[in-house]
């Protein structure tokens, strides 16, 4: 009888012990899953792991627990591969100043330091204008390069002849004068192609210098032309006489910033109602002045030894 009460406390007792391990066991995960939730504000949700990264960042006081996307590996989740703060920001676009700092053999400001000027003239061909600037050029001697758009050397292909047949250098200028910064890279293509063309039918050869229309250019442009041998020529004097300046104030401006290598802007074109008679006015004087300080004129392929023809 004793045996059979002492084999029944054994029974209970190991019953008694199987259910408090039972319930001890399962009350652990209750317990983590208690505190976890205490962590987090009651009007706050679990963040993931870039939101917490952003909200340390911003200081806020935020008990954060990293939560694994389905779709992200757990060590993306984990070294912020997905946050967007890790990302670089998109580069801007260069300014023309680093464009030209960066790639100082594609585009051209001036010269070597010697004392020669390089006369350029913008917009040609234009029967109002370009005919007296070859009159001046002739008269005292000097060699110059005209840009040239397209649009209009396809209307006075002759202006074009007499500038090439007199020995002056010439460049390409676009075909319709056009901002080149605002256009993609194939609408430039098509700018610098078409008026290639158009010179080549009327000079027998195509340009490698380019200038672009108000000295604008992105990097992309310039590294096409770059990879298809052209040459882009700014300048380092600006005379101003599109503004339709008196001679006296075109001539100040340039000589009063004309040194060794200057690269010269003036215009041989321009728009409807443009008046160049300062600047066509002012060209003799400037010759002269120049040349009594000891300065040579030379085209630009000459002063940058590059070939005129592609």
């Known amino acids: 009888m004793f045996h059979v009460r002492f084999a029944k406390r054994i029974s209970l007792g190991l019953i008694c012990m199987l259910i408090s391990c039972v319930l ?26 870039t939101d917490c990264r952003a909200a340390m960042t911003a200081g806020e006081p935020l008990s954060c627990t990293a ?6 590996p757990a060590r993306h989740a984990l070294n912020g591969d997905n946050d967007p703060a890790s990302k670089p920001a998109a580069a801007s676009p260069l300014s023309l100043g680093q ?22 003239f913008d917009d040609v061909p234009d029967p109002r204008f370009t005919s007296q600037i070859l009159d001046v050029l002739r008269k005292y001697r000097v060699k110059a390069t005209f840009f040239i758009v397209g649009n209009r050397a396809a209307k006075h292909p002759y202006l074009v002849k007499r500038i090439v047949r007199e020995g002056h250098s010439i460049g390409n200028h676009s075909y319709n ?40 250019i992105n990097e992309q442009q310039l590294k096409w032309s770059e990879s298809h041998g052209y040459k882009l ?21 340039v000589l009063a910033h004309a040194g060794r290598g200057s690269i010269i802007l003036q215009h041989g074109g321009g728009g409807v109602g443009s008046n160049l ?21 030379v085209t630009v392929p000459e002063m940058l030894k590059v070939p005129e023809k592609k």
């Open 67 to 72: 939560v694994k996307d389905k779709k992200t």
């Open 277 to 297: 008679k300062g600047s066509i006015e002012a060209l003799p004087e400037i010759i002269e002045a120049l040349r009594r300080k000891g300065y040579t004129f």
């Open 177 to 216: 004068h056009p901002q080149f910064s605002k256009l993609s890279v194939r609408q430039f293509r098509s700018q610098i192609i078409r008026t290639e063309n158009i010179i080549n039918k009327i000079a027998r050869f195509k340009p490698r210098l380019i200038r672009p229309p108000y000295g604008e």
């Open 24 to 49: 001890g066991c399962s009350a652990v995960p209750g317990t983590i899953r208690t505190e976890t939730a205490a962590a987090v504000p009651e009007n706050q949700t679990v963040k993931s792991h």
């Open 233 to 253: 020529v700014n300048w380092s004097v600006d005379s101003l006489d599109w503004k339709g300046l008196p001679k006296e104030k075109v001539k100040r401006n």
């Open 99 to 120: 464009l030209i700092r960066k790639y100082p053999d594609v585009i051209k400001t001036n010269g070597p330091r010697i004392k020669k000027i390089a006369l350029t």
